[in-house]
């Protein structure tokens, strides 16, 4: 006969948490009623998870060790995905709030569905229920989903179906061209509108009107260290820009009312407009000093040593 | 004594115009700078001069040196005693009665020539030490060795020492060479001028993260011995001017050319990539250049260096040249690419003529800026084209003839007797034009102008071959005697004087071109014609009349040959009329018979042009009517033709006029200019003719049609730049539409919205190009729009009686100016525009008038272009309150 010191399977569950729970039992509030029917409810489980991995007998302690384990570690679950569903300004936890909780934990969330179906489980009966709290009627509509056969019969009903079941609704994309170019202009707008604005308001700004520095507030003149670098180098949204812009992608919609991208190169006369000549032309003939591969320039030799100098 | 920097000169020449002979030929010069303080922005040195004297009795040998502190001289290791005196520093004593310009101008004329280097003299004398004298009578060898240093220049050499943390190299401060004409004597003693000719052994000690960049051959670069400093040692062995050396020091990143490996680029510490890209295109100025001078680029090396607060866009050294950082692009950038492009080309004439042939005098000067200049232009129209190339001869030529028109004669060839300057030839200015720096910078911009046109005039009447044989034989001859030694007179070859240039040309062309040079070169001033016409049909005779204009300031007469081009029903016939003293009326016998075509019952002529090639420098104001102007607008098919046409159509407010130039806008084959410069004449058409105007505004629909969505007319179509016609178009068409008027004078509220919805639709996002010069005209476009407000008995401007429309402006130009902070636009082109419009919102009585805005934008450490602008917007505020000032008296 084995003694269970550790549960097997418990052992890469549990992780942390503390909540050993001391002090008297005299009391028999309620709350501790509830508690210990907790408790023991989470005993059983222990216990029927330490029969599924084989242990026939444990001694009190580590099943109590057990215990506390899984209560931690569920009280941790909860306690984690409360935080994760108030960051996100709600009250009741979504699914996704779990699952980040336990990934978070370091649980492999993707093997719980087969962990739950698996055929060797053991069906824990529902806990006694001393004061079954009275749900009011609601009203039903549609037929509810029964459980699924992994779910014990005593867990609660699923929900009236049309509180969880979507009908997904298509609504045509916009894309009147039109409208896309007026919603992108007036965002644009309204983000630099937004953007200059909190920069005037958070730091010092001129104004043109003596008596109102806040309908058209000016960042104020800032001067720069090396006025040159700000001016001359593209910012780093126009080298994104560049990176990004193909002359053949030009939007769709005029791209067929663009005018032809180069100037023909028929000539002859003076009508021709030779402005084309300013094409970006990177490609060139060919090197003026051929196909060397070594540079001799002055400016990439090493610079010398000294040479020890011998006094006249 | 270990001096690490040092530098030699040496120079030799022979003055065979002016008689004149150097006591003191030089014949190798060593320069060694051998400590730079960027924080101090202090120098120290010493040069070394090797002289040959040329007479017997030479006990003293003058050299030019400004603000240098000179602290010992030595001739032949001898102790030699000397003299400073600058008589530049003070013009006039304190003490002198006369205090007006003309009094100073003469004194300041006499101080700069005191110190002339052509004429022996120089700021500091040497006495040569008595032992020496027999040496020297013996006409051997000296050498002069002067030490010296230089503190906080205030010319010469600049420093830029950016004020942050960090070394020098990490806050790319730099220094660098700059002046304006012959001001080497700023930060070494020389003889500082164009005509003394030596080699030189150039040193610089610098700190080990920087690079010193000079004229010749890098030798070699060595660390000094405790590792932290390097000594660049340059020799120039081809005999060269002390004017023409050059020096820039900083923490440059290095670009060899890629297509010339002797080409080295540098620039300041990020801005590499722009270099790559600026640079990308000079190979092939080389090549253009080489080519039509049949001669190869004349030193073994080149260097381009781009800094900050350059002096001047360009400058041409010896075997470098220094340009300004803000030439700099990347290839987003359309609008500055073709002008870097003419900088670079503008400097590598001058490599040609200018730096490796200098000038024999002052007086000499128009011919190595003629030549420069006009080999600069071949290339411009080799590379921009025919039309550009015109516009830009034709462009040259209003400048000069408004200026001496406006100013006086601009005179080449100035010939100077020795006595007073009693017959001054330039009385009509403020100041003596004897020598360089006396002048004035715009005069001297003139001066450059009318000397590349002098040069075209001359390649008219004896052809380019000639022309460029002519440099070409200047080249060899040049080229054969910079190897030569000193000692065989042969520098003297490297030097142009007018004299030598001509016989050149004599020799070569077989022609007389005296008149020509009489006309132009040796006198001032331009010839102002005035034409009209009649039409005789019996005789069907054209009866043309010309008037000259010699009497007032800045005029000449012109007497000669005159191309007049008349286009007649059945073609162009060009006449030569010869130009007398007494001659006004001119028969000119027509080909077609006015009976061809009903339409033209009065004359079989269309339009009549008078020097159509532009062959005299001149004005011409020709009186023809408007279906003439009409027609030469829309069939001749020289650009110069048609803008002179748009121009002249302003008067002719009719909608014939209107026609021509909507379809002139039209037409993709014409040229951009004309086609942007009818965009302007068609707005002042049009408010001229505001109450009988039918449709919508002049150009909207032109612009809707070339460059809105066909789907939704009001919104413009996403960015593409990559037909730079049409985008040149595009910037203009708003900036002119701006300027229509309706009949309360107001602009058009549709015209208004219309530009205010180019901006909100602008998107760039696709572009393969930048938009900031395309946003910066939109704002000028707004600027254009502005009339004045309407005032109630001076009422304070406040937000409250703010004009709706101004409203909506100012809404625009406060984002755009604020987001400029946050993503500033390439050269800060939209800052420009914006303080610009501002200052018109306060000139026109929108926004209270205050000049504090543009002061904070004046202030160092703003970039330059938005400084210039701001200045501007205080100096028109002074102005205007200047004047309220008076009209309160």
Redesign the interface.
Known sequence: MRTALYGSKMADTASGGSGTRSGSKHATTPADNYYLARRRTLQVVVSSLLTEAGFESAEKAAVETLTEMLQSYISEIGRSAKSYCEHTARTQPTLSDIVVTLVEMGFNVETLPAYAKRSQRMVITAPPVTNQPVTPKALTAGQNKPHPSHIPGHFPEFPDPHTYIKTPTYREPVSD??VL??K???QR?DV??A??RF??KTGET?S?????VS?????????????????????E??MQ??EE?D?S???D??DT???????STDDS????????????N?S?SG???GE?NV???????P?????I?RKK | Q?PTGMLLFRMNRKKGDKGFESPRPTTHQVVCINNINFQRKSVVGYVELTIFPTVANLNRIKLNSKQCRIYRVRVNDLEAAFIYNDPTLEVCHHESKQRNLNYFSNAYAAAVSAVDPDAGNGELCIKVPSELWKHVDELKVLKVHINFSLDQPKGGLHFVV???EGSMAE??AHVFSCGYQNSTRFWFPCVDSYSELCTWKLEYTVD?AM?AVSNG?????????D?RK?TFHYMLTIPTAASNISLAIGPFE?L?D?????V?HFC?P??LP?LK?TT?YL??V??FYEEILTCRYPYS?FKTVFI?EAYVEVAAYASMSIFS??L?????I?DE??LTRRCLAQALAQQFFGCFISRMSWSDEWVLKGISGYIYGLWMKK??????Y?HWIKQELDQIVAYELKTGGVLLHPIFGGGKEKDNPASHLHFSIKHPHTLSWEYYTMFQCKAHLVMRLIENRISMEFMLQVFNKLLSLASTASSQKFQSHMWSQMLVSTSGFLKSISNVSGKDIQPLIKQWVDQSGVVKFYGSFAFNRKRNVLELEIKQDYTSPGTQKYVGPLKVTVQELDGSFNHTLQIEENSLKHDIPCHSKSRSLEMFADSPLLWIRIDPDMSVLRKVEFEQSDFMWQYQLRYE???VAQEEAILALEKFPTPASRLALTDILEQ?????RVRMLACFCLAKIANSMVSTWTGPPAMKSLFTRMFC????PN?V??N?F?????Y?LQKTMPVAMALLRDVHNLCPKEVLMFILDLI??N??????F?DNYYRAELIDALANSVTPAVSVNNEV???DNLNPDVRLI??EI??F???E????S???TITVSCLKA?RV?QKNGH??S?P??FK??A???????VRIAALEAVVDYTKGTFFKYFDTL
Do not use: W
């Not at chain 2, 700099?328 to 987003?332: D, G, I, R, T, Y």
């Open positions: 061209y039109q170019r007026e992108a202009a007036s707008r630099e509108r953007l200059t920069m005037a001129q043109l009107f003596k008596d109102d309908t058209f507030p000016l960042i104020a003149a800032r001067p720069f260290t090396v006025p040159y670098l700000t001016a001359l180098l593209p910012s949204l126009e820009q560049m812009t002359s992608e030009q939007d919609q005029t009312e663009n005018l032809p991208l180069h100037m006369g003076p009508e021709k407009e030779n402005a084309s000549v300013l094409q970006q990177t060139l090197s003026r000093n060397e540079i001799d320039n002055p400016y990439l030799r610079v010398k040593k000294p040479k100098r | 270990t950016p004020n942050m806050r790319g080990a690079v051959d890098l030798v070699e670069t060595v660390y000094t011995h590792m390097k290095i060899v890629p297509y010339m490996h002797e080295t300041l990020q801005l722009l890209h990308s190979h092939e080389f090549e090396c900050d950082t803000n700099l692009h990347s290839a987003m359309i690419t073709p590379t921009f084209g025919v039309n550009e015109r098919r020289d650009v993709e084959q014409c040229f951009y969505c066909k789907t939704c919104i179509k996403t593409n990559m037909n730079f016609q049409s040149f909100k639709y998107d760039n996002r696709k572009n393969k930048s401007r406040t937000l100012l809404e406060t984002r100016l604020n987001m902070k946050l993503l500033p390439y050269r800060h501002i919102l926004v209270p205050d504090a805005l904070s934008y202030e160092y450490g703003h970039f330059i272009d």
